[in-house]
Each structure stands twice: as structure tokens, then as C-alpha cells.
């Protein structure tokens, strides 16, 4: 058995390949003919087993259409017995339904993925949850358009088509929201898979249609008139989950052939009326806090009072700008609007009360809403009911659609005007149920940032929900219960939020009570003593860890001190020592010198002394010859005084050499 994940990438799959919705489907049947041992197959086991092998549910008039396409192209037989059977071209079929490994293969791949990311915020998920998870991701996309099929389809079992008010874990939702905008920017790989299990379960949607062949139709020339809401997103005035589907959706209508897109002049009177009221509204919202409201919006954008009054001025060139013809209608004040019904009038206003949840702490009682929107909507359905001249029974010959974003309006129509019960298409059509399908009319890559719009919507908080919040803060506070300290750090306290955002989901406001308050702020005194705690701890950690880095660095400082104290000990040592040794080497060079010096000296005397004992002995002989004896002795002296000169000339070089030495070494 395939679970529904690997069931929509194989209708996927098919549908790329066969390029035709019901063809799409027709490799599942003849995969569970051919399955069965005897390989026939009575109507009746059909649903079932396609149920237990593809989680598929088939109702019997989408089964009729596929059985008959099948005998179309001789792929099927029916026995007298009414048992199909798959004829030789059939067999030959079967054998192109490929295993389904390589698509579980990728729904495994995505598992372990999302497991990992989801671990990385703190919190495990088994594959079953992640399963669980991710069939929640498409299940919003297509849940209001396959009740919507179902209603409209008398074959089924009926169901209330409503949106889903279930409560949600708000921090998973925040962590799924962070991992799938990671997948849409930096992991094409799994995006690729997101983006396939999107497209196949819209695909298997059509199978709850009333007719599967319509759906291939191509629309007639359609106008589609825009309602505010609309409005407020694709002028980018809403916030960004709401402006990006709008804008996706608004490119796709204008890529349908001979469609002209159109908004009723007092559908504009009442954007600027709400405009106008962010003037007094502006300061009922807090930069940062998301509120299901136009004015949260703007405030969160930046915009001040003053830039909203100058948008205004030019609100219709704006449009126009767009592409889209402001149809003037004579209804020049929707407040003096009469034709509708009293009773109509009072039903939707009293739907639209419950929905805004504009609860009174001190009246009990549900304030009034705007006559003026109310009127506004009974005016666009008698508007659209004229224009088309009668009943429509589908959608591409509808001609004229109002599209919105409200679905109590959406929903008000098709209860009171009975078009579920006549099969007849209504006046109001809902953005998503539209969106979905135009995405099985126009084959296109789905943007994952419709799916993500989804789950950022559900965080926002009901302006409602908030405005009952506030009121009960004030009241609170009044009567000394809590403090304006309490007040801020309440608002911006996770634990509110999330049951501000629960609150929103399931339209009730019970929980947001002075107990819980109370309960609350209490949990913010403990969070606020353990943060405290945490932060003195933190401190002293910090604290020690200095001291302890301080001290470190102050013994590795004094004993770099010592470290270089020592090398200057000894580099001054060595060089004392260099110094002597250099001394104790030239004393011992320079007593050679001297040696040669004084024995050259002594030499000198010697011969000197010979000399003068010669002269004096010829002297005293008598010996006449006075020049010769004189020349002789000054030879002599000459002899005696050389020597001494030259060693003391060899003396001053040497001392001189010595000195230079002497200073170079203590240079050092």
C-alpha cells in the first residue's frame, strides 16, 4: 500500500506524462484489475481497492468516467457478469505503470530531511509525524476546494464545507514556515519533491468533481470583479501572506483568454473608507504584533496617517495602473442601497458578527457591524445575478464572478441562493477555491509561497480576538489586578501569542479570560525570577571566567618578566665573557708584538754598542781618519734610533687597533 504522499507524485508523474487530467488517473485502475489473481474486477471492489492501494477516494461517478475512457481506448472489457477485465492492449498498459520505488525513494529523502531541520530548532519528529505533517501542508491548499467539489457533486456523501478552526502548535508552525521559505531558496532538490506532492494533490482533487471531463474546458470570456479585500493585497497594502498568493492568483486570471478584470466603483468607495479610518485606527496596533487587519498591516509596513491620506488622493490611478476598468454602477452612496433582501440582510450580518468575534467585555454581547459592508455584498451579488441573465451551471460559461477573500461571504451565497442544492455556480467565488482551479486548468509550476501563505495567515491574531484582548488588559489594570509593566511584557510574552493565535483559529475567546491573565503574569514573575537567576549565574560565570583569564594572563606577564630577566643575565654574561676571552686573546697577541718590539730594540742597542766600543777603540789608537769615525757613529745612532721609532710607531697602531676593539665589544 502507497500512503498519500507517493500517490500524488505518481499522479504527477502521469499526468506529465499522459498531458490529460482523467488520463492521469487511468493507470491506478487498470493497476488494481490487473493485481487481482483472476485479473476481473467487479465495480464495487474497485473503490475499495484503490482506496487500500493508493489511499485514493474515487466516487462512483469520477469511477464511470475513468471505466469508460478505459473502454474508449480498448484498454478494458466488461463481462455479461459486469467483471472488467484488461484486454491485450491493457496488458501491454499495466506493464508502463512503473514501480512506485523511485517515489518513495524521494518521500523517504524529504523525511529524513525535514527530521533533521526540525531537530536543529529543537524538536524531534518521527516519520510518522513528519508524514502527518506534511499531508496537513496539503490538505489546507485543497481542503475548501474539494468540499466545494463535493457539495456540488450529489453523488457523494454531503459535508459542510467550512474551514478547519483546528488549534495549532504555534512554535512547529513558526519552525515549519522557517524550513519550507530554506527549501524554496537554497534546496532545489526538495523543493522540486514539495512542489510535486503540491501539483498531485490538487490533481486528485478533480476526482471529486462532478464532471472530471468539464474540468478540461477552457473558460468563455469571463469578467471577474474584485472585491477589497482583494484589492487591499494586490495594491500591497495587506501583509505579505496575503499581497504574494493574491498577486500569483492575479497573474493567472490575466493569463486566460478574453478575461477582463473589472472593480465596481463603491467596491473603491469602501476601500477608502477603510483607508480613512486608520487615521483613529493607527494607534490601536504595535509594530511587531500581527493582526488579521488592514490597518496591522500598514502599521507594520511603516506607513503613517499622512502617506495613507496622499495613497488615497490617487487610489484610482493606482488601479488603473493595474490593468484592471473601474465600472461605474450609479450607486453613488451604498448607504442608501435598498434593493435586497430584509432577511438576507439580517443572515449576513449575523454571520459576519460571529466571525469578527467583536465581543463586549461589558455589554456581553456581539457589537454591530459596518451596514454599510453588508450592503456593499448584497449589492455585488444582485449586480453579478443581472449581468448574468440566469442560472450558470458551470464554470467557464459563469461570465461574471466576484471574487473574494471573505469566506462567510462566499459561504452566504451558495446557502442562501442554494446553489449546491441546483448545482449552480455562485455569484461569490472564493480566492482559493478559484485559485485551485485555475492551477488544474493551466498546467504551471506552483509556487511554494501560496502553501506558505497558508501557514503565515495562521499566525496571525483576529482583530477581534485582539481588540477583546486589549479591552480585558485595561480593564485589568483599572482595577489594580496588573501593571502597565504587566501590560507590555503580556503582549509581547509568547505564551499570549499563542493563545491569541489558538483563540483566532477557533473563534472563540473563553480562554482569554482575568484567571488566565492572572495565570500568565505569574508565569512571566517566574520566567522573570529564573531568567534572573539564569543571569546572575550567567554573571558570575562570566565573572570567574575573567578572574580566571586575568590571572593567567598575569602569571604568563610575570613569567615572560623572569623569562627575559634570565636571557638578559645571560646575553650579558656571555658577552663578559666574549669581552675577556677577546681581552685575554689580544693581551696574548700583543705580548708577541711586544716580545718582537723590545728584542729588535735590544738588537739595535747591541750592534749600537759594538759600534760605539769600534769607534772609541780607533779613537784611542790614534786613528786621524775623523769623518769616516763620525760617519760611522751617526750609522750608529741611525742603527740605535730606527728600531726605537719603528716600535713605537708599531706600539700607537697596535694600541690604536686594541682600542677600536675595545669599543666594538662594548657596543654589544
Not at 473601474?326 to 451604498?334: L, S
Not at 454581547?365 to 448574468?388: C, F, G, M, Q
Not at 537567576?533 to 562570566?542: D, G, I, S
Amino acid at each position: 500500500m502507497l500512503n498519500n504522499l507517493s500517490s500524488y507524485l505518481l499522479i504527477k508523474t502521469f499526468y506529465e506524462r499522459e498531458k490529460s487530467l482523467i488520463d492521469s488517473f487511468l493507470p491506478f485502475v487498470v493497476y488494481v484489475i490487473d493485481n487481482k489473481k483472476d485479473n476481473t474486477m467487479l465495480f464495487d471492489e474497485m473503490t475499495d481497492k484503490l482506496k487500500e492501494s493508493f489511499c485514493l477516494d474515487v466516487p462512483i461517478n469520477s469511477l464511470h468516467t475513468l471505466l469508460n475512457r478505459l473502454k474508449k481506448l480498448n484498454l478494458i472489457g466488461c463481462s455479461k457478469f459486469k467483471e472488467y477485465f484488461l484486454t491485450e492492449s491493457g496488458k501491454e498498459y499495466a506493464k508502463k505503470f512503473s514501480t512506485a520505488d523511485e517515489e518513495i525513494r524521494k518521500i523517504n529523502q524529504l523525511f529524513d530531511y525535514l527530521m533533521i531541520e526540525f531537530k536543529k530548532f529543537g524538536l524531534e519528529r518521527s516519520k510518522n509525524e513528519i508524514e502527518k505533517i506534511l499531508v496537513r501542508i496539503l490538505s489546507k491548499q485543497v481542503e475548501v476546494m474539494k468540499k466545494y467539489f463535493i457539495k456540488m457533486n450529489k453523488t457523494q456523501h454531503q459535508t459542510s464545507i467550512q474551514e478547519r478552526n483546528e488549534k495549532i502548535d504555534v512554535k512547529e508552525t513558526e519552525v515549519l514556515i522557517n524550513i519550507l521559505e530554506r527549501i524554496y531558496v537554497n534546496e532545489p532538490e526538495q523543493y522540486e519533491v514539495l512542489s510535486s506532492l503540491i501539483r498531485g494533490s490538487i490533481l486528485s482533487v478533480s476526482l471529486n468533481a462532478a464532471e472530471m471531463n468539464e474540468l478540461g474546458r477552457k473558460f468563455e470570456k469571463i469578467t471577474v470583479y474584485l472585491d477589497s479585500n482583494i484589492m487591499f493585497s494586490i495594491l500591497n497594502l495587506h501583509h505579505d501572506s496575503y499581497t504574494k498568493p493574491a498577486l500569483e492568483l492575479f497573474k493567472m486570471i490575466k493569463d486566460i483568454k478574453d478575461v477582463e478584470i473589472k472593480v465596481f466603483d463603491f467596491t473603491i468607495t469602501e476601500c477608502v473608507n477603510v483607508l480613512h479610518g486608520y487615521d483613529y485606527k493607527e494607534f490601536n496596533y504595535i509594530t511587531g504584533i500581527d493582526i488579521y487587519s488592514i490597518y496591522s498591516a500598514l502599521k507594520n509596513k511603516g506607513w503613517s496617517s499622512m502617506r495613507v491620506r496622499e495613497f488615497v488622493i490617487h487610489i484610482d490611478d493606482e488601479i488603473r495602473k493595474l490593468g484592471i476598468t473601474i465600472e461605474n454602477t450609479g450607486i453613488t452612496d451604498i448607504e442608501k442601497f435598498q434593493d435586497y433582501n430584509k432577511n438576507d440582510y439580517a443572515e449576513l450580518k449575523k454571520r459576519k458578527e460571529k466571525r469578527n468575534l467583536n465581543k463586549s467585555l461589558d455589554e456581553d454581547e456581539i457589537k454591530d457591524v459596518t451596514p454599510n459592508s453588508v450592503k456593499h455584498d448584497l449589492a455585488v451579488i444582485e449586480l453579478i445575478k443581472k449581468k448574468r441573465k440566469g442560472n450558470v451551471r458551470n464554470f467557464e460559461q459563469a461570465k461574471y464572478i466576484f471574487l473574494t477573500s471573505d469566506f462567510t461571504l462566499f459561504k452566504f451565497d451558495n446557502d442562501i441562493h442554494k446553489h449546491f442544492v441546483n448545482l449552480t455556480i455562485a455569484e461569490v467565488m472564493f480566492d482559493k477555491v478559484f485559485t485551485n482551479l485555475l492551477w488544474l486548468k493551466i498546467p504551471k509550476t506552483i509556487d511554494l509561497e501560496a502553501i506558505l501563505s497558508i501557514f503565515k495567515n495562521s499566525l496571525l491574531i483576529d482583530e477581534g480576538v485582539w481588540e477583546y484582548f486589549v479591552e480585558l488588559l485595561v480593564q485589568e489594570k483599572n482595577s489594580g489586578t496588573i501593571t502597565e509593566e504587566h501590560m507590555t511584557e503580556l503582549i509581547y510574552d509568547q505564551e499570549t501569542r499563542n493563545l491569541l493565535i489558538n483563540a483566532s483559529i477557533t473563534k472563540n475567546v473563553d480562554e482569554i479570560n482575568s484567571k488566565n491573565l492572572s495565570v500568565m503574569v505569574e508565569n512571566l514573575k517566574k520566567k522573570q525570577e529564573t531568567n534572573e537567576a539564569q543571569q546572575k549565574k550567567e554573571l558570575n560565570e562570566v565573572k570567574q571566567m575573567f578572574e580566571r583569564k586575568y590571572s593567567e594572563q598575569e602569571q604568563s606577564f610575570h613569567n615572560r618578566e623572569q623569562e627575559q630577566e634570565r636571557r638578559f643575565d645571560k646575553k650579558v654574561n656571555d658577552l663578559k665573557s666574549e669581552f675577556k676571552n677577546d681581552i685575554d686573546n689580544m693581551v696574548k697577541k700583543n705580548s708577541k708584538k711586544d716580545i718582537i718590539i723590545v728584542s729588535l730594540i735590544l738588537i739595535s742597542v747591541i750592534i749600537g754598542f759594538i759600534l760605539d766600543v769600534i769607534v772609541g777603540t780607533k779613537i784611542g789608537t790614534g786613528n786621524t781618519n775623523v769623518e769616516r769615525l763620525l760617519s760611522l757613529n751617526w750609522i750608529n745612532a741611525c742603527i740605535i734610533g730606527f728600531p726605537v721609532i719603528i716600535a713605537i710607531g708599531i706600539s700607537f697602531l697596535i694600541s690604536r687597533k686594541t682600542t677600536k676593539e675595545l669599543i666594538d665589544l662594548a657596543s654589544k
